[in-house]
């Protein structure tokens, strides 16, 4: 009789305890010091390749074998992207040791429908508004002994011309920095460089987590 007491007892614990794991395991945390407010809109990305970067110094002490990059929209009816990656580098190296797709849906060029209450929420997208989406899971393990590149390459024509992307009033508050270059940037391959530059913020990129 006791021991089905303490069977009754002990049986709802070890549910509880697994429930509180799975809700644990479940919730995604940050990689990096992401992109907080205030934010600022950086327009115009016809032909230009947005690159952020991920230092290995800026990587927090978490461990996951999946990372999910958020990108951040403040403008724009459509973005036509026309090819997404993630170059690994060794840390303050420019030379490229693995390149990684960077899908949404995917694909490596989405367009993306800006004024879809499905894709955008909360409706007309700006700086105080932004649409945040994020893209396909990368099976891939940050490591602070490499740095990381994300480059969003937008097709030159119009939607793009009046598409604007998240960017820090304070970059100093988040861990990521950026550049921006005209042409394509995102087809470079191992033994390569890395486009050189840092403005000192980030682009669209607004957060590196576990998922």
Known sequence: ?????????????????????????????????GVGGPLSSSNEWSNFSAINIISGSSILPITSTTTALYL?????TFADVNHMVLY???????????????????????????ESRTTCPNGAVSATNPCIMRLDTLALTLSPANDYYFVVYFTSNP??????????????????TGEFQEGDSSRLTVGQTVPAGNSGTPFFLMYVMTD
């Open 159 to 176: 939607n793009n011309g009046s598409l604007g992307g998240v960017t820090p009033v304070f970059p100093n508050k988040t861990s990521l």
């Open 72 to 76: 951040g929209f403040t403008a724009g």
């Open 88 to 114: 690994t580098t060794k840390r303050q190296s420019s030379k490229i040791t693995a390149v990684t797709p960077v899908k949404l849906g995917g694909i490596s060029n989405p367009t993306i429908n800006l």
């Open 1 to 33: 009789m006791k021991l089905v007491n303490i069977c009754k007892i002990v049986g709802p614990i070890m549910l509880f305890f697994a429930l509180l794991a799975q809700s644990m395991a479940a919730n995604p945390e940050n990689l990096v010091v």
